[in-house]
């Protein structure tokens, strides 16, 4: 997913927009239309449009649920090291026991804790996404015709075969003066 960016392919991705669709698995669909027909793929990109950050309360935090998860937590980490130190030294086998249960005490506290510190901020668990208003297909100039006949999306951005930028923030040129 970020690979180009690990390299250090950090713009917007330049050529035609071929289709516009609501949800990233349209989008998606479409790619995927455009591979079974062996077209070439290399330069198409999905380009989310007005992205918007979308936090969803699940429910109010409690002393107890957060001494709950904290303890879920804890004894999974202390399991793990129990477990990576039994590989390590196998005749300890009857200490192995005691890293869940430091786990769990140690994972309670630091729940409670941390919830405490920040309990009149929030007191709510929520998940937080990320979505597009829209997602465009963008196909490099000289293959967007071909992407665009597969794809079969008529109308909106698919229609104007015009080279475009993706999304980019466009330069305002100064008013020009009155021409008197």
Known sequence: MFQGAARGDQHLPSGVV??????????QAAIAKVSGAEAEL?????VGNDLKL???????????KVALAGAMRGLGFGAF????YMLLVPEAIASVLLFPLLGLAFGILLGVVTHS?????????SVQQVLAARYDVVAPQQSAGRAMHIIGQ????????????AEQP??????SPPVA
């Open 18 to 27: 071929v289709a516009s669709f609501e949800t990233y698995d349209q989008a």
């Open 42 to 46: 290399k330069g198409l990109a999905i």
């Open 54 to 64: 979308v936090e969803r309360i699940t429910g109010k935090l409690t002393w107890g």
């Open 81 to 84: 090291i129990g477990l990576v």
């Open 117 to 125: 510190m920040t309990r009149r901020k929030r007191d709510y668990a």
């Open 154 to 165: 008529r109308g909106g951005a698919a229609a104007s075969a015009e080279p475009v930028v």
């Open 170 to 175: 466009s330069a305002q040129q100064p008013p």
